[in-house]
């Protein structure tokens, strides 16, 4: 199937990035020749077939329950870009 | 003391433990290099002399007092996707480009446990995603055989750096080919662990079921060594493996007497230059000659294998990079109007057009309607890829062909049409998907560039790898071949 300029807004959105009316054709486009060579997987013969998620078959693992992390809140929000008071500050969401 | 520039890993180790030279003299040399060279060849995005010379003392006082590793005082590079705890680590993207990390991935915990002496962060394609480094947002990396060509990708920095010998060794992550194409464009030794051998923690995530860290450096002997110090279980990775450690220079010298090395038909076909066959072809000769035999062995499905990979690594990367928001680091663009723009806006302006495609295309083969047709078939699809590998290896030891299908190309061959940039890997990519262990050696030239021999082996069959290309490498002399240097 072939994308049209209004699937590319959407999936942008999606995506969470802004895509310009001027990007929008050629990303069209670049999305469409991938789409249209990954379309080959659509002949093959998967009856049966369980997917395969993962390279190697291991069982998640679990651990204890207990800290074994120590408190590194400043050095990780000195990183941000904007914080108050040890808050990630974001735009009001909430009026 | 220019010895040192193309010496390998043991004979600096010998040279430390004798006291020929200190790890600070061989760092300065190196971090010289690397002033001189890299304006030219763009492979560095950061280095730091301070950091790298404190690194270097501390490694001397261990050799002083006795008790210190092999590796200890000897310079690396890493690969600027792996965190370094106070250095930059820009991912080669302008999201990440004034993130400092405030941890050590457990590769950089480990190489510096070893006493390993960081020299800087190396160029790649932006979050790992191309072939040729000319996604980076701090520019492309020049092949130091010729400066007209791309050095592969995307660990092109690394690649670039030990073949100039800007470094003895380079840290490098494969997704999909990014340790082993770079390493056969650039005439090194390079190589993808079993998946999970390595871990991922500190590793910036491109597609998780994927992504290896692995050794890019100048002999399989070089590698043996490096991959002992970076191997190990870390419970911070959920796929992280929990094995027994290894010697990977156990068998190194192991005779070949008997060998099978099957060769795939389909990797064998069109679509390989002329030159990188004769250079393959050559190869497999001289391992006749070492005692091996070639069986021809077949792998029907590998021709999926790049289309798949084009579903499964994007729908990972769209999930992974949906971290990069603007809220707790990375980039946050100026102006917004509320929440979701500033989320679309920051991230419109810190990707680069490929990391972009691959979300787009991620989050459309992930989005309702479409993970069935899609995500769902291609995993599939991966799974009778891996299958044939499985039924190959009962009548080989090691799988054997050409890297990739071309040496170095020229920058801008590739750019335009994305589909084209992927076929680069089409060798290399059925490994990933698989699991195993994969790497490439220097078989050769074509058109005065270097030619890669992809070595692939069962799931944890490195020190056997690691033995075949040892072997090869004894009895060749390609992989010492290194540039000539541009003139001053």
Known sequence: ?95 | MTDFVNASLREIAAALAQKKISSVELTTLFLDRIEQLNPTLNAFITVDRDKALAAAHAADAKLGAGGAATLTGIPLAHKDIFCAEGWRTTCGSKMLADFVAPYDAHVVERLNAAGMVPLGKCNMDEFAMGSSNETSFFGPVKNPWNPACVPGGSSGGSAAAVAARLAPAATGTDTGGSIRQPAALCGLTGLKPTYGVVSRYGMIAFASSLDQGGPMAKSAEDCALLLGAMAGFDPRDSTSLERPAEDYCRDLDKPLQGLRIGLPREFFGAGMDAGVRAAVDAALAEYRKLGATTVEVSLPNSGLSVPAYYVIAPAEASSNLSRFDGVRYGHRAADYADLDDMYAKSRAEGFGAEVKRRILIGTYVLSHGYYDAYYLKAQKVRRLIAADFQEAFKSCDVIAGPTAPSVAFKFGAKSADPVQMYLSDIYTIAVNLAGLPGMSIPCGFDKDLPVGLQLVAPWFGEARMLNVAHRYQLVTDWHARMPAEPAA
């Open chain 1, 1 to 95: 199937m072939s994308l049209s300029l209004d699937d590319v807004s959407r999936i942008a959105r999606l995506a969470r990035i802004e895509i310009s009316p001027a990007e929008a054709e050629q990303t069209r486009a670049q999305l469409n020749g991938i789409l249209a060579f990954i379309e080959q997987l659509q002949a093959v013969d998967t009856d049966g077939i369980e997917p395969m998620a993962h390279a190697v078959d291991v069982v998640q693992r679990l651990r204890s329950d207990s800290v074994t992390e120590t408190d590194r809140r400043d050095a990780f929000q000195v990183i941000a870009p904007e914080t108050e008071a040890g808050l990630y500050l974001v735009p009001k969401v909430i009026e």
